[in-house]
């Protein structure tokens, strides 16, 4: 399992790396126009994103626009044992360097529970398949999040933001794997499960 995974990732990664910036930024731009389609006519209170980095699908325009409609957007502040905390997003010019070339919020820590606030949960992936199984970058922070929302019995949709080419017929999966409820790329919101 591990080495299909691994197998899996390297693949993924390696034709992110093979698009032009021009490509991720479009893509990135249509992404976020296309996300937007997920909100209810009543914005959610408090939306968990992330700040893309390298080669993933773009975030900031999504980031922003949420954020000018009212919308609290907490980001993950990666902790050193590859656990998440969570901060108040204030605006790009708010976002500070920080390990593995992340960007993150300056401002003071919520705690690793203020996920749980979220009615709206938004999370990088490399690939998902038509099951909702999410394939990350391996590290298990996003699994820690996924089993503290259970934990908590939250009800906040689960998506990930991917490139069109990265739905899957299948994604390996292990036991622990919670299944995401969408996905968005820039040509489609796919739902899964119910």
């Known amino acids: 399992m591990l080495n299909d995974k691994t197998a899996l990732r390297s693949r993924l990664l390696a034709a992110r790396a093979a698009m032009s910036p021009e490509q991720r930024q479009q893509a990135g731009l249509a992404l976020g126009r296309?996300?937007?389609?997920?909100?209810?006519?009543?914005?959610p209170a408090v939306v968990a994103g992330y700040v893309s980095v390298g080669a993933e699908p773009g975030t900031l325009a999504l980031l922003d626009e949420l954020r000018a409609r009212?919308?609290?957007v907490l980001l993950?502040?990666?902790?050193?044992?590859?656990?998440?905390?969570?901060?108040?997003?204030?605006?790009?010019?708010?976002?500070v360097g920080a390990r593995r070339g992340?960007?993150?919020?300056?401002?003071a820590p919520l705690g690793t529970e203020a996920v749980c606030r979220a009615d709206l949960v938004l999370m990088p992936g490399l690939a998902v398949d038509r099951r909702g199984v999410r394939l990350g970058r391996g590290g298990g922070s996003?699994?820690?999040?996924l089993?503290?929302?259970?934990?908590?019995?939250?009800?906040?949709?689960?998506?990930?933001?991917?490139?069109?080419?990265?739905?899957?017929p299948e994604v390996p999966a292990e036991a622990h794997d919670r299944p995401v409820d969408a996905a968005v790329t820039p040509s489609k919101l796919w739902h899964f499960g119910a």
């Open 34 to 43: 296309r996300a937007l389609e997920l909100l209810p006519a009543r914005l």
């Open 76 to 95: 993950p502040l990666l902790r050193p044992d590859n656990d998440l905390d969570w901060g108040a997003y204030q605006g790009a010019e708010s976002l």
């Open 102 to 107: 992340l960007r993150e919020p300056a401002g």
């Open 147 to 168: 089993a503290r929302l259970a934990a908590a019995d939250s009800r906040a949709p689960l998506v990930t933001l991917l490139y069109d080419d990265e739905v899957l």
């Open 70 to 72: 009212g919308v609290q």
């Open 142 to 145: 996003y699994d820690r999040v």
